[in-house]
């Protein structure tokens, strides 16, 4: 990392920040090319299908969205598909949406909906109960070799984390506590179970999965991608951390002036630029803590939460931490995003962006945002209540249709790394290949 990082703005903030944040976990992971293939080979998505999406767990959709015994939500990944049901016992099971009989699907893929009372097969007609027992078999005579007890739906591991629902079409997985590592250490000071979906879009976008993820991983892309408001933020002292198999993290300061800028801005210009009046400048005090204390008021009495014991960095910060395979979370409060990274082929993603914000104090818990679905050409900008994100996710996504074709175009056969910034990404492709491996 260059110049002073989140560990030395936590410092000079000198508020509690919690300790997962005081940690680093910088890994080397070699220097070698990362071969273009990996990305544009349909054989090596279908590689993929068979050995890695087929046995990691994987968040299908908010505890939320499935309230009520009865209420169902589909979750599709290539070519499974899942159904996510809540059980007249109020548990969550995962089936998978197929038919035993026949093969056909339940419900449609990408659907939610509620009140079933069973759920019966549109095609003959035979059910099931919620909890995936049979209920009826029309014609039951004509199937003398069928044993009830053995003709259950087929029921996936399923479990919950932070109020998402976990699947995995593995029988034989690892238990989700120990799959998620540190993350449940790590945002024991910001329970996700504890936020509701403010926001929820879903859009397409050129390029395979992990390149479109991979664009998310690192933040050495802002100084040319992202360069509207570089003044106030740096990107080249961002902190990078691999925790263990399955998570790594990006932490980036926001709000904290642009050490590598070629005009730094003062503390006082830094408090002009975040758009406040000169007159109201405190000069004993960082422009970062004035800023934080006007966004924990404002914000805090706009979405009805005290905010008076958020650190800084918990409030403004960008902190990021990858799920393997293709989740993203972030605890902080300002950027309360969740990613999640679906393939559409080899060479498509399904990109969904959720804006977690927390329950007022009140206790009430606004119903989840409905999905807003954007097509590849769709901007972002179309969607009201991004804030300046808006801009910055197309700025994202326009590189991904540059990128992808120069994937394809490449003589070239692999790309170069940086050997820290990039770290996360070779760590998401050791984990793959470990899978992939057996
Ligand atoms: S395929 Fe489902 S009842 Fe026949
Ligand atoms: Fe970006």
Not at 121 to 132: A, I, N, V
Not at 135 to 161: A, I, K, M, S, Y
Not at 352 to 369: F, H, K, T, Y
Request: with cysteine; charged share 20%.
């Amino acid at each position: 990392m260059s110049g002073p990082g989140p560990q030395d703005i936590n410092v000079r903030d000198g508020d509690a920040v919690p300790a997962a944040l005081s940690q680093s976990s910088p890994v080397y992971f070699g220097s070698e090319d990362l071969p273009f293939e990996r990305y544009t080979s349909p054989a090596a998505h279908e590689c993929e299908v068979a050995q890695m999406w087929s046995r990691t767990w994987q968040w299908a959709c908010r505890e939320e969205h499935v309230p009520r015994p009865g209420d169902y939500y589909v979750y599709d990944i290539d070519r499974y598909s899942v159904l996510v049901v809540r059980g007249d016992d109020r548990e969550i099971r995962a089936f998978v949406n197929s038919c035993p009989h026949r093969g056909m699907q339940f419900c449609d893929s990408n659907t939610a909906g509620s009140g079933k009372q069973f759920l019966r097969c549109p095609f003959h007609g035979m059910s099931w109960h919620l909890d995936g027992s049979l209920r009826e078999v029309p014609c039951r005579w004509d199937f003398p070799h069928v044993e009830d007890r053995n003709f259950g739906l087929w029921e996936l591991p399923c479990d919950t984390w932070g109020g998402f629902v976990f699947i995995n079409l593995d029988r034989d997985c690892e238990p989700l506590a120990s799959y998620l590592g540190v993350l449940p250490e790590h945002f024991a000071d910001a329970p996700l179970e504890q936020r509701f979906v403010r926001m929820h879009t879903q859009k397409i976008l050129h390029g395979n999965w992990k390149m479109v993820m991979e664009g998310f991983l690192e933040a050495y892309h802002v100084l040319a991608t992202h360069p509207n408001r570089l003044q106030l933020s740096g990107w080249a002292n961002t902190q990078y951390d691999v925790f263990d198999r399955h998570v790594s993290r990006f932490y980036q300061n926001l709000s904290a002036g642009n050490p590598h800028h070629p005009r730094p801005l003062s503390e006082r210009e830094l408090f002009i630029e975040f758009g406040y009046d000169a007159e109201s400048f405190d000069e004993s005090r960082s422009a970062r803590a004035q800023h934080a204390d006007r966004v924990r008021a404002a914000m805090g009495a706009q979405i009805g939460v005290d905010l008076g014991g958020v650190s800084n960095s918990v409030l403004l910060d960008s902190i990021e931490y990858h799920l393997f395979p293709n989740a993203c979370f972030f605890p902080g409060i300002s950027i309360p995003l969740v990613y999640r990274f679906r393939p559409l082929g080899h060479d498509k993603t399904i990109h969904d962006i959720l804006m977690l914000q927390p329950v007022p104090d009140s206790g009430e818990r606004p119903p989840p945002a409905d999905v807003v679905k954007l097509g590849i050409d769709d901007s972002y900008t179309t969607v009201p209540g991004f804030g300046r994100l808006d801009i910055v996710l197309d700025q994202d996504s326009d590189n991904f249709v540059r990128q992808w074709a120069g994937m394809n175009a490449s003589l070239k056969p692999g790309q170069t790394l940086g050997d820290y910034q990039e770290s996360r990404i070779r760590h998401l492709h050791q984990t793959l290949d470990s899978y992939l491996a057996g």
